[in-house]
């Protein structure tokens, strides 16, 4: 049986590298660990998830160093690092800042201390400007629309969609394994976070069409416990941008028949399609209020 997995992993390996992606990958294999703990899994040919609690991030292990993103806060990074570790002992010689969420960029001293540079879109800099944090390094590379980040014959496209999640966010994108690792604006088979903090829905949708243009098989995404898969389909982004869509619709709907009051909106606007998806009950209805103000206040 050890021999066979042992078969199957070199099997699954090769058509790896030899970019037959189709298939090739586990996408209903759960993260594994403990609930708050943190596990790592190898998606191929050195391409890493590492998870802490319910956030995510990749890194990719090359032959000239290994390119981070997301170090999340301190405590994460440290583990994160302690996990490389035991994978390589080539350097960090990249860390990718996703957006200018201290909850996801926090941490990335250990990195720093290791002559790791700090690549972000050109935003984050000014909001860490106007909310520093001690324990995260300012981007030392900074770009407006795109950025290609090589390293040891290995590439990670870097692009910004304007408005969406906050007003610096990138989509990240491995063009020759297919993958795109997305942060926050596609959560597979989960409503969206609570009231939607610094979210833009009209924005979010167009972003999410725009996404789906993209050249992409897979989707690594930035948040999801121990239980859900380490990779999802790309069909993903679509399946998040159609709950937004019959979201706002919903709302529309009901406040256009006359409900005004999000405490009324919030108990009568039902998703049943969603019933599945994880935190339906309790955010479902911050979901709602967060579309209630969008339509009622016009943001
Ligand atoms: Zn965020």
Redesign the pocket.
Known sequence: MKNLMLKLTVVIGLLFSSAVMAGSFPTQEPMGGKAFGTSVKEIGDGLYVFRWWVYRNIFLVTDEGVIVTDPLNPKAAGLLRKEISNITDKPVKYVIY????H??ISGGTVFKEEGAKFIAHKNVLTQLGDHPSPVTPLPDITFEDTYTVELGDRTVELTYFGLN??DS?VVMRLPKEKILFI??IVTPRRVAFRTM??FWPDEWIRSLKEIEQLDFDYVISAHGPENQPAIDPASVVAEQRVYLEELMAAVKQAMDSGTHSPDALRKTVKLPKYENWRSYDEWLPMNIERIWAYYHMGW
């Open positions: 996703s957006h200018n969420h909850d996801h999640h906050g966010l942060v926050d903090p610094d």
